[in-house]
């Protein structure tokens, strides 16, 4: 009887071990692919101005206009399209939401290797925002599964690999 008796009182334990243990793997592998995912998406940046004139746009200014509009149109049509993405999160799990995110970035950015002209990469890029805006569902994710005395210290993490991840991608 005194076996079951230690057995119980340690069953809390272990059970909130393990959810401190499955709250820090959570929080690794949101961090990592905030992190992974923004510096992917800005990497490309400096050097698709250059991309763009091997594809025979010649003029300088030509070239800036289209390496601009393609650049902007991204987080343009991801910032139409965050509440449509957010109620499908809702409805069927972040987690689902930020694969399919990071999964179609990988598909898109791929396709790119396989344009002839300069606007297919603004296509490409129009088309990548429609299935973007995984940072706010992945800060979404940091903070539900934070213990409510951590919340801040994960959001802050997540927004910090979001930023980072940029500033080495450029």
Request: proline share 4%.
């Amino acid at each position: 009887m005194a076996g079951l008796a230690a057995d119980t009182a340690a069953a809390p334990i272990l059970t909130s071990m393990q959810a401190h243990s499955r709250w820090r793997r959570n929080q690794f592998a949101v961090t990592a692919a905030s992190f992974i995912g923004f510096t992917g998406f800005t990497l490309v940046m400096p050097f698709l101005p250059v991309f763009i004139q091997q594809l025979g746009v010649r003029d300088v200014g030509e070239a800036a206009l289209w390496a601009g509009l393609s650049l902007g149109v991204t987080p343009a049509v991801t910032a139409v399209l965050a509440p449509f993405w957010g109620r499908l999160a809702d409805r069927y799990g972040r987690k689902l939401m930020v694969e399919r995110a990071l999964v179609s970035f990988v598909v898109i950015m791929s396709a790119m290797a396989f344009v002839t002209r300069a606007w297919h990469i603004f296509v490409l890029r129009a088309v990548q925002g429609v299935f973007a805006g995984y940072g706010g569902l992945t800060l979404a994710m940091a903070a539900e599964s934070a213990p409510r005395d951590r919340m801040a210290t994960a959001i802050g993490l997540v927004q910090t690999a979001q930023r980072l991840g940029p500033a080495l991608g450029r």
